[in-house]
């Protein structure tokens, strides 16, 4: 028998704060020091340069810091969804523009950022647009062989949408 068998410290433990229609997320606390993502209108900025900047001289240096800079600054922190609809459209228009290695690109990412990358690559499956499914299916498959089924299981289980 065991000899902690008068032990009562387990019944103090709520099971019901664990409850799913009781959730809460973290970031209904305090909206203001909420994270609200890249500045969209200087960032399309930025990409419409590195474009003009690519058409002239054929660079992929440009796209690949592009995508650095929408991966790292996503707006999963953020409750105001037109933030997140405008980052994730500026995200799907830098990789159906983006023509270098793709391979190369994707292994200088850190895990985090391919998760971002397959956040926002499912997230232009939800809106297609001409021609942008069989790029991103593409740019999937590179992912996928990137990040295994762990990216895709993280992705899909993370509460923070982008």
């Known amino acids: 028998m065991a000899k902690n068998t008068s032990s009562s410290k387990f019944r103090k433990v709520d099971v ?3 409850d799913e ?8 606390s305090d909206i203001s020091s909420v994270d609200q993502g890249p500045s969209i209108q200087v960032t399309e900025e930025d990409i419409n340069r590195q474009m003009r900047v690519r058409n002239l001289n054929k660079s992929t240096d440009k796209f690949q810091e592009a995508l650095l800079h929408v991966l790292q600054n996503a707006p999963s922190n953020s409750k105001n969804q ?16 983006y023509k270098g290695d793709m391979d190369q690109c994707i292994k200088s990412l850190d895990n985090k950022a391919v998760d971002t990358l397959m956040k926002y690559i499912y997230r232009g ?3 297609p647009t001409e021609n942008s499914s069989a790029i991103l299916l593409t740019w999937h498959q590179k992912t996928f062989a990137a ?10 289980t993370d509460r923070k949408r982008v």
Do not use: C, H, P, W
């Not at 990040?147 to 899909?156: A, W």
């Open 16 to 18: 019901d704060q664990f």
């Open 125 to 127: 499956f939800e809106t």
């Open 82 to 97: 037109a933030v997140k609809d405008r980052a994730a459209a500026l995200a799907v228009r830098v990789l159906t523009n």
């Open 21 to 28: 229609d009781r959730y809460k997320d973290d970031e209904e």
């Open 147 to 156: 990040g295994g089924l762990g990216s895709i299981m993280r992705v899909m």
